[in-house]
């Protein structure tokens, strides 16, 4: 039985897993290891296939690595903790364990969600200025567009932890997602979190907001500029790509405004509900990008199907 009743200097945290279901946790590991594994192999893959394949050495490549790059971190930020819940029972985390799980969780959303808006700006610059995409769309500028994602999420999102570092957490401490998140956290403070509240709510307005902001316009002029030209004259290849992005940044911002929504303007929701939000949002993002881009870019089918039978003539000899 724990004990969630901590008031030492250093709490502990915990995690509730699903509530409800806590004898079927070990049968529940199973689906969930199977989906890690799935996410884990499927990024890894791409990373490879990107890396190998000369024909894939091209702007919008190069930002689906980082793409894959990031939700490989997301996957192993929050691994851990739910597979210790479903496989070993461990409910408990530390604090700085749990502020450290928090900041990679935060930042590396923060980072994908700047790579999208870099991959709109590749489709913008692809279909609206053809011409002047490999002056425009250089290995430099996706250096920069890259780093610039890294930067802005790691600078915006440092101060989180230290914020919550000068709380004092009475009551239960128990967390209602499978990992730590911050706004999670900030509800267990003592004291006055306004300060921290709003600097969280500014971060949000900063990062995702504003990039919605900018995938939502980008593709508006791609839209106008398609119904321009004629059907003979359309980027086909192109547009088929836009849908692969469009899938991409639907799979990860309707979960992120769902679970941002019920932690603040629900007061009972049910913890089932918390539990499935949380894990489709970190989970089916890595889970579903690497299935998006097989399923419909044909380069990367190319290089997957060149692989697999290279494989095969391999294993033939």
Same mark, same amino acid.
């Given at each position: 039985?724990?004990? #969630?009743?901590?008031?030492?200097?250093?709490?502990?945290?915990?995690?509730?897993?699903? %509530?409800?279901?806590?004898p079927?946790?070990?049968?529940?590991? /199973?689906?969930?290891?199977?989906l $890690?594994?799935?996410?884990?192999?499927g990024?890894?893959?791409?990373?490879?296939?990107?890396?190998?394949?000369?024909?894939?050495?091209?702007?919008?490549?190069?930002?689906?690595?980082?793409?894959?790059?990031?939700?490989?971190g997301?996957?192993?930020?929050?691994? %851990?903790?739910?597979?210790?819940?479903?496989?070993?029972?461990?409910?408990?985390?530390?604090?700085?364990?749990?502020l450290?799980?928090m900041?990679?969780i935060?930042?590396?959303?923060?980072?994908?969600?700047g790579?999208?808006v870099?991959?709109?700006?590749?489709?913008?610059?692809?279909?609206?200025? %053809?011409l002047? $995409?490999?002056?425009?769309?250089?290995?430099?500028?996706?250096?920069?567009?890259?780093?610039?994602?890294?930067? +802005?999420?790691?600078?915006?999102?440092?101060?989180?932890p230290?914020?919550? +570092?000068t709380?004092?957490?009475?009551?239960?401490?128990?967390?209602?997602?499978?990992?730590? $998140?911050? %706004?999670?956290?900030?509800?267990?403070?003592?004291g006055?979190?306004? #300060?921290?509240?709003?600097?969280?709510?500014?971060?949000?307005?900063?990062?995702?907001?504003?990039d919605?902001?900018?995938?939502?316009?980008?593709?508006? &002029?791609?839209?106008?500029?398609?119904?321009?030209?004629?059907?003979?004259?359309?980027?086909? &290849?192109?547009?088929?790509?836009c849908?692969?992005?469009?899938c991409?940044?639907l799979?990860f911002?309707? @979960?992120? /405004?769902s679970?941002?929504?019920?932690?603040?303007?629900?007061?009972?929701?049910? @913890?089932?509900?918390?539990?499935?939000?949380?894990?489709? $949002?970190?989970?089916?993002?890595p889970?579903?990008?690497?299935?998006?881009?097989s399923? &419909?870019?044909?380069q990367?089918?190319?290089a997957?199907? &060149?692989?697999?039978?290279?494989?095969?003539?391999?294993a033939?000899?």
């Open positions: 039985m724990l004990d #969630f009743n901590n008031t030492s200097n250093w709490p502990t945290f915990f995690f509730i897993g699903i %509530p409800g279901l806590e079927a946790h070990m049968w529940i590991s /199973i689906p969930f290891c199977f $890690y594994l799935v996410a884990l192999v990024n890894v893959l791409l990373l490879v296939i990107v890396r190998t394949e000369q024909n894939l050495h091209e702007p919008q490549f190069y930002l689906l690595a980082m793409l894959a790059l990031t939700d490989l997301l996957s192993l930020s929050t691994m %851990p903790s739910v597979l210790a819940i479903f496989w070993f029972d461990v409910h408990h985390i530390g604090l700085d364990a749990c450290t799980q900041f990679f935060h930042t590396l959303s923060s980072v994908e969600s790579v999208l870099a991959m709109a700006f590749d489709r913008l610059v692809a279909i609206c200025a %053809p002047n $995409y490999t002056r425009i769309l250089t290995h430099y500028t996706v250096a920069c567009l890259s780093g610039a994602a890294l930067i +802005r999420g790691a600078t915006l999102l440092a101060p989180l230290f914020f919550l +570092r709380f004092s957490f009475c009551g239960s401490n128990i967390l209602s997602h499978s990992y730590c $998140y911050y %706004p999670d956290m900030l509800n267990l403070a003592c006055d979190v306004t #300060f921290s509240s709003v600097y969280g709510l500014v971060c949000v307005l900063c990062t995702f907001a504003v919605v902001i900018f995938i939502l316009v980008s593709y508006m &002029k791609i839209l106008g500029t398609v119904m321009k030209l004629g059907i003979q004259d359309r980027n086909w &290849k192109s547009l088929q790509t849908a692969c992005h469009l991409t940044v799979v911002y309707l @979960p992120l /405004i679970l941002a929504v019920l932690h603040r303007y629900t007061q009972e929701t049910s @913890p089932i509900l918390y539990t499935t939000m949380s894990n489709a $949002y970190l989970l089916m993002t889970l579903l990008n690497p299935v998006v881009y399923l &419909k870019s044909r990367i089918q190319a997957l199907r &060149k692989r697999f039978w290279a494989q095969r003539v391999v033939g000899e």
